[in-house]
């Protein structure tokens, strides 16, 4: 990892801390705000309004989403096989981005194009916003707000599905907020997804200390936290319908694989702040798969000392969770 990477790295972790602490200052932000997509996108779905390929494999998409109300961009890498199967259709794997990142992140920071180049799946690797959370915003019960959630499972599954031959089968993983959505979206709609991974990602959002990191996450970016699902007291029903723990029971049949660092604990003072941060979401993991075995609910679990919240780490959880993704896809 270069210099330059590691300085922006931490960065955004201190950055993180310092909207914490402008959280209880009672900053004012703003809310997220709506832009209306084109006419002919809202009555058609989602539609390609650009694409630009950066090689013949990587194309990236700005698409039309009427559920985000706006234009979003997207990443996808095809196999090496695809132009010489005009007649297959592939099955798909996610990659999400984490907070305050975006959606080249995954081919920015890891090998994924030549790790996955030899397998038969379509990567694709969508926005998630600033925040980098993939959730249908709440906005003060606005219809308008923007739903990402919508956005990744639904439109664009049609966009790859016209354009890229797109198959039935998916498969989802994500690091820190992205985590979170690989989670979400396999618990919030049981079956769409056969396997999914989760890379030190917030999984029991209302757990003590979880509520505010995400309110961080949003302040960071200027917006009010209440957009997102609201108070974790007043709104807790809507939190709950998007907390993976509470919605575990739904993620039976699907292939699990969470991994989670203990953090400071550990003694990466390499990376003092991603190491707090990683630190802080140990105990809610641990929530989270107690709650899985309580149900019942398998899952490939990987608990390991220090760490910090930071690709170095991430590169090696999705490998180790490759085989994992690979067998929900239908891969050898």
């Not at 919508?150 to 354009?163: H, N, R, S, T, Y």
């Not at 985590?179 to 396999?186: K, R």
């Amino acid at each position: 990892m270069t210099r330059t990477t590691r300085m922006a790295r931490r960065r955004r972790c201190a950055a993180l801390a310092v909207t914490t602490a402008l959280l209880g200052a009672g900053v004012g932000l703003s809310a997220p705000p709506v832009t209306a997509a084109p006419a002919a996108a809202v009555a058609a779905g989602a539609t390609i309004v650009a694409e630009k390929w950066l090689d013949t494999r990587t194309v990236d998409l700005t698409v039309a989403s009427p559920a985000v109300g706006t234009s979003v961009p997207v990443r996808v890498v095809l196999p090496t096989g695809y132009a010489a199967q005009p007649d297959r259709t592939w099955p798909v794997l996610y990659l999400l981005q984490g907070a305050h990142d975006d959606y080249t992140s995954w081919t920015r920071e890891t090998d994924v194009v030549d790790f996955l180049a030899g397998q038969n799946v379509i990567t694709v690797m969508p926005s998630s916003g600033p925040t980098g959370i993939p959730t249908d915003w709440w906005n003060y019960g606005s219809a308008g707000a923007p739903d990402y959630e919508a956005f990744q499972v639904d439109e664009l599954m049609g966009v790859l599905q016209q354009k890229f031959r797109a198959g039935a089968k998916r498969a989802v993983a994500g690091v820190s907020t992205g985590g979170y959505g690989a989670l979400a979206f396999a618990a919030r709609h049981p079956g769409t997804f056969t396997a999914a991974a989760s890379y030190s990602g917030i999984l029991d959002t209302t757990a003590f200390g979880m509520p505010t990191v995400l309110n961080a996450i949003v302040a960071r970016e200027q917006l009010l936290p209440l957009t997102l699902w609201g108070s974790p007291l007043l709104n807790r029903d809507n939190w709950n319908r998007h907390n993976p723990s509470a919605q575990a029971a739904n993620l039976k049949g699907t292939s699990l694989y969470i991994s989670q660092g203990s953090g400071l604990a550990g003694g990466d003072f390499d990376n003092l702040e991603g190491a707090v941060l990683e630190g802080a979401l140990w105990s809610q993991a641990h929530r989270f798969t107690e709650r899985l075995d309580a149900l019942g609910v398998p899952a490939q679990v990987h608990f390991y000392n220090g760490g910090a919240h930071a690709w170095p780490y991430w590169r090696q959880e999705f490998k180790a969770s490759w085989p994992m993704l690979a067998a929900g896809l239908g891969l050898s």
